[in-house]
């Protein structure tokens, strides 16, 4: 529960012939009591308008608790001299809340509710890309070097693994065919493997260095983008023969598909968004992005048509899928590489390597709200949304500095994990 509803349930929840006096109360002890104005409206009121210019500002959490106990305490005090339902009501809430607090590691959640839950211990060596949930089958797949991780979506536990897939990018799966698919960057192929038993199915040729990886439901196709190359390969989900390769240009990232036959993706060189038919196999419109730059994450919401782009210069562009204009941008963290959509919730993610997760909430389909960037851990750049339980996977590691006539930081030795965010 928010602190603002938390300090109005306070007086609302109370029928009293003296309902006047209480308000008078409660307004003088606003007034008497250091902080509880804050607690009313929440963090937001300690920081410079969040919302405005560069990016959002944070405060100090673990003093926001404090603030938060020291404010319910203080209020009960002045609630049991006025009614003694008015005192049950604030201990009850002021035990909620310290039982909140601590179920999330000693720091309250903020405006969006999500916090970091869980440190989910992986382990082992090699790099990491992108993450993907298969919500329906509750499984997480973790791309890891050289072959995928399988995590049980509910219990976290490790449950299977999916082995030679060199330099692994990105999992797609495909339900109804039973099947699912891994970019094998450095290897120049995507694995086929079957959904239930995990066994590798086959290998299938794609482009130089298939990245980002994708399922489209209207065609039952599975899109590899090719990075070095600069093309797309479709495969045919049920039989794992290639469809064709549609030639695009540039370094492809991340796509999406509409759920009506086209599929988006983002040339990061480029600054630009392609549309593809997906069944054609050709291009159909090219759009720049500006003033985005070198976009990589990307997410839709296929009910009003927008699509959120992960850009390198600290914003999330959302674009018109009809038309490929620009409706706004919203400020984000830095290093972001991968978004997300949550339909049911109206939240649009974007997960940066700052270590921050930015949460913007549609309110509408020309108007967007940044919510608050959640604290994650850094290099915690991609991620993946379990559309059952709207909880949030990031991977992340721990890193020492580059070698000596290195650019690339070393990983720390089994320092690889999967942070969960719940709400």
């Known amino acids: 529960m928010r602190p603002d509803a938390l300090q109005a349930g306070l007086v609302r929840k109370v029928s009293s012939p003296r309902g006047c006096v209480l308000e008078t109360v409660r307004l003088k002890a606003a007034e008497l009591i250091p902080g509880l104005s804050v607690l009313r409206y929440g963090p937001t009121s300690l920081a410079a308008n969040q919302r405005q210019g560069g990016g959002f500002v944070m405060i100090n959490r673990r003093k ?13 005090i002045f609630s049991i001299a006025t009614h003694p339902t008015l005192y049950a009501t604030a201990l009850a809430a002021s035990h909620a809340t310290s039982h909140a607090i601590a179920s999330s590691g000693g720091r309250a959640a903020g405006a969006s509710g999500y916090h970091v839950s ?27 070097g050289t072959h995928v991780v399988v995590l049980d979506a509910d219990t976290q536990a490790v449950v299977g693994d999916i082995p030679d897939t060199q330099g692994v990018h990105g999992i797609a799966i495909a339900s109804d065919a039973g099947r699912g698919f891994v970019s094998n960057g450095r290897a120049n192929n995507v694995t086929m493997f079957d959904l239930k038993t995990l066994k590798t199915l086959g290998t299938i040729p794609a482009g130089t260095n298939p990245d980002a990886i994708i399922f489209d439901a209207a065609t039952k196709r599975v899109f590899a983008m090719n990075g070095r ?34 599929v988006y993706v983002n040339v990061e060189d480029k600054s630009e968004l392609v549309h593809i038919d997906a069944a054609k196999l050709t291009v159909l419109h ?43 941008t919203v400020p984000t963290g830095e290093g972001t590489d991968a978004n997300g959509f949550d339909p049911a919730t109206s939240f649009a993610f974007s997960s940066n390597g700052e270590g921050t997760l930015t949460v913007v909430h549609e309110d509408s389909a020309d108007k967007f709200t940044v919510v608050e960037n959640v604290p994650t851990k850094k290099s915690a750049r991609t991620m993946a949304l379990d559309l059952k339980t709207h909880n949030i996977f990031l991977p992340a590691a721990d890193f020492d500095p580059p070698p000596a006539g290195e650019k690339r930081p070393k990983m720390k030795a089994d320092s690889f994990v999967v942070l969960m965010l719940t709400r």
Do not use: Q
């Open 118 to 144: 869980k440190t989910i211990p992986v382990g082992g060596e090699g790099f990491w890309d992108y993450i993907t949930v298969d919500a329906d089958a509750r499984r997480v797949y973790v791309s890891h």
């Open 286 to 328: 090219r759009w720049p992005l500006a003033p985005c730059t070198e976009p990589s994450g990307l997410a839709m919401d296929t009910k009003t048509r927008r699509l959120f782009v992960g850009c390198d210069n600290k914003m999330m562009a959302i674009v018109n899928a009809d038309t490929g204009k620009i409706v706004t």
């Open 64 to 76: 926001w608790a404090v603030l938060v106990a020291t404010a319910i305490s203080t209020t009960a």
């Open 229 to 262: 190359s600069g093309d797309i390969t479709a495969i045919n989900a049920a039989d794992g023969k290639v469809a064709g390769t549609i030639p695009v240009g540039g370094k492809l990232e991340f796509a999406a598909a509409d759920g009506k036959g086209t």
